[in-house]
């Protein structure tokens, strides 16, 4: 079965960090880009990083860049998120997120794990 | 910039729902419609405009081209009241639309 299973979630103080990961398996890891995409309390979704499958390149939105860092290790399957200075904005659920492989680009998210929230406040 | 419209669309089931997701500039069909209920996470219905996700029901339809896209749904199950986004990746930063509540009438 393909699945995503994120964890590393929890409450951190404004200004403190925290480690998301997220562990794949039923299909060959390092063949698929995979992203982060988070949704704040009763908001929609936003895009947060990707990292692409075939050359590791990887990408961030604006609202994260410097503070957030997007890894891999396809030895263990699992997705990482380094998250740096945490403001109480970035409260959400996490999830992670497969891209479909595709002719060109990027994308679409064709599996989804299932989150982790991460609340900052102090 | 996407800009889904309307933002809640009230219908029953049976009935035919049609929503829309403008963007900004071209995206060359590089737009993908994701389906979400409360507590779960967001599930790909349409890619690159037009093509049905694996699994994906035949009554959900994507159309559209250059910077209008709609996705509609030809006769509403009861499962089919979610939230529904779109999402381009023509372009770095991908971005979603704000959303569309479909509730039951």
């Known amino acids: 079965e393909v699945q995503l299973v994120e964890s590393g979630g929890g409450l951190v103080q404004p200004g403190g960090s925290l480690r998301l990961s997220c562990a794949a398996s039923?299909?060959?890891?390092?063949?698929?880009?995979m992203t982060w995409v988070r949704q704040a309390p009763g908001k929609g979704l936003e895009w947060v990083s990707a990292?692409?499958?075939?050359?590791?390149?990887?990408h961030y939105a604006d609202s994260v860049r410097g503070r957030f860092t997007i890894s891999r290790d396809n030895y263990r399957n699992t997705l990482y998120l380094q998250m740096n200075s945490l403001r109480a904005e970035d409260t959400a659920v996490f999830y992670c997120a497969r891209s479909q492989i595709v002719a060109a680009g990027f994308g679409p998210f064709d599996i989804w794990g299932q989150g982790t929230l991460v609340t900052v406040s102090s | 910039v996407l800009t889904q419209s309307p933002a809640t669309l009230s219908l029953s089931p049976g009935e035919r729902a049609t929503l829309s997701c403008r963007a900004s500039?071209?995206?060359?069909?590089?737009l993908a419609w994701y389906q979400q209920k409360p507590g779960q996470a967001p599930r790909l219905l349409i890619y690159d405009a037009t093509n049905r996700a694996t699994g994906i029901p035949a009554r959900f339809s994507g159309s559209g081209s250059g910077t209008d896209y709609t996705l509609t749904i030809s006769s509403l199950e009861p499962e089919d009241f979610a939230v529904y986004y779109c999402?381009?990746?023509?372009?770095?930063?991908?971005?979603f639309g704000q959303g569309t509540r479909l509730e039951i009438k």
């Open positions: 039923g299909f060959t890891f390092s063949n698929y880009g």
């Open positions: 999402q381009q990746r023509r372009w770095w930063p991908i971005i």
């Open positions: 500039q071209s995206l060359t069909n590089y």
């Open positions: 990292v692409t499958g075939s050359d590791d390149n990887t």
